[in-house]
């Protein structure tokens, strides 16, 4: 599905079949405050503080502190310590700004059809006739939130070969070592049917690439990871 969407992005300039971000919608939405296109619902102003009176009318009032997740599309740069990039997921798009040392430190990591997580204040963009946008105080990629977050690797199946365990082992083995239990749900034989949580020793990092990898198996109905921020 990934490919296509890039063929459709090269050859009609947009997504037709979907968003590259489809995907990763549920880890997304686990990582942010809320998907991009419901900021405005979400969104309430912080109150005005006693001592903001009409002369104070053109200060910058505080942000709200936000989480938005989503792919860059657009990276644009001001020099060599700003940059303006806009993220987008299936439901809409925002600006994020990086200044100064933030912007020094993730440069690399802004680059087109990365996913990024980026925490910050959020506030109305008044130059952009009431868009939002986020001025960044970090960013990771959804790989490192996964790496840094994921504690639970959850796989559906459903008619499975004999050999699926083996190669689903194989598939893990390059990941072991992470924070994340690995449970196959809905595994059956003849006498019954249960889920199977994999031992301590079978932990992963979940990033995408296992998923990926896992989600393209034979018997693989879906993989999903179970996100817990705030425990590295």
């Given at each position: 599905m990934e490919h296509k969407l890039q063929g459709e992005r090269d050859t009609?300039?947009?997504?037709?079949?979907?968003?590259?971000?489809?995907?990763?919608?549920?880890?997304?939405?686990?990582?942010?405050?809320?998907p991009l296109g419901e900021i405005a619902?979400?969104?309430?102003?912080?109150?005005?503080?006693?001592?903001?009176?009409?002369?104070n009318r053109f200060r910058r009032g505080p942000d709200t502190p936000w989480t938005v997740a989503g792919m860059v599309v657009a990276v644009r740069k001001r020099g060599d310590s700003d940059a303006f990039v806009r993220l987008e997921d299936g439901t809409g798009s925002i600006e994020v700004s990086f200044f100064g040392e933030l912007y020094q430190q993730v440069a690399p990591l802004l680059t087109r059809d990365e996913l990024l997580v980026v925490e910050g204040g959020l506030r109305i963009?008044?130059?952009?006739?009431?868009g939002f946008q986020v001025r960044a105080s970090s960013a990771y990629t959804l790989a490192d939130a996964c790496r840094r977050f994921a504690r639970l690797l959850r796989v559906k199946i459903n008619g499975i070969g004999p050999d699926f365990i083996a190669q689903f082992r194989q598939a893990l083995a390059g990941h072991r070592g992470g924070g994340a239990s690995v449970v196959l749900s809905g595994y059956h034989n003849a006498m019954a049917q249960a889920d199977i949580e994999f031992g301590q020793e079978w932990k992963v990092h979940a990033i995408p690439e296992l998923l990926r990898a896992v989600r393209g198996m034979p018997g693989v109905l879906g993989a999903g990871v179970r996100i817990v921020k705030g425990n590295d």
């Open positions: 009609l300039g947009h997504y037709l079949s979907g968003h590259p971000t489809d995907p990763w919608r549920e880890e997304l939405a686990q990582l942010a405050t809320c619902d979400r969104y309430q102003p912080p109150r005005p503080r006693k001592n903001d009176g009409d002369d963009d008044d130059f952009s006739g009431g």
